[in-house]
């Protein structure tokens, strides 16, 4: 028997046990934008790649970081900027869903505190 590969991603709508599985974090945030936008729900992560915590190590995560630090440490791992999926992922393991985290993004590149370099990639000012 051979093993099963694990994904990098998987979320969940907490509301109506639908979940997706996969290895690209944007892949998620977009199953959350369909899935908002038919039914109202919100969707969390369910796992998160572990070079993502690694580079958010658990002793930064014991601390409250804003949007922005969590932006500012994973510039250094993606080179077009960073996936917003990837910074959703990061900010699930302080509390927030996807849906919060993508206002907090809206809010703060509105204000100019980050930018997007291409489509649902961020970098901060």
């Given at each position: 028997?051979?093993a ?27 199953f959350?934008?369909?899935h908002?936008?038919?039914t ?13 915590t ?8 014991k ?6 630090d ?11 900027g960073v ?11 302080q ?31």
């Amino acid at each position: 028997m051979s093993a099963q590969r694990q994904v990098a991603y998987a979320a969940s709508c907490p509301d109506c046990d639908v979940d997706l599985h996969g290895d690209d974090p944007n892949e998620i945030v977009e199953f959350y934008r369909r899935h908002s936008s038919v039914t109202g729900h919100d969707v969390e992560f369910t796992r998160i790649q572990p070079d993502l915590t690694d580079a958010v190590t658990e002793d930064d995560l014991k601390e409250v970081y804003t949007l922005e630090d969590v932006v500012a440490k994973l510039e250094a791992e993606y080179e077009d900027g960073v996936p917003i999926g990837a910074v959703a992922a990061a900010m699930s393991e302080q509390g927030l869903s996807i849906g919060e985290t993508l206002e907090k993004i809206h809010e703060i590149r509105m204000g100019g505190g980050l930018y997007e370099p291409q489509d649902d990639h961020l970098r901060a000012f």
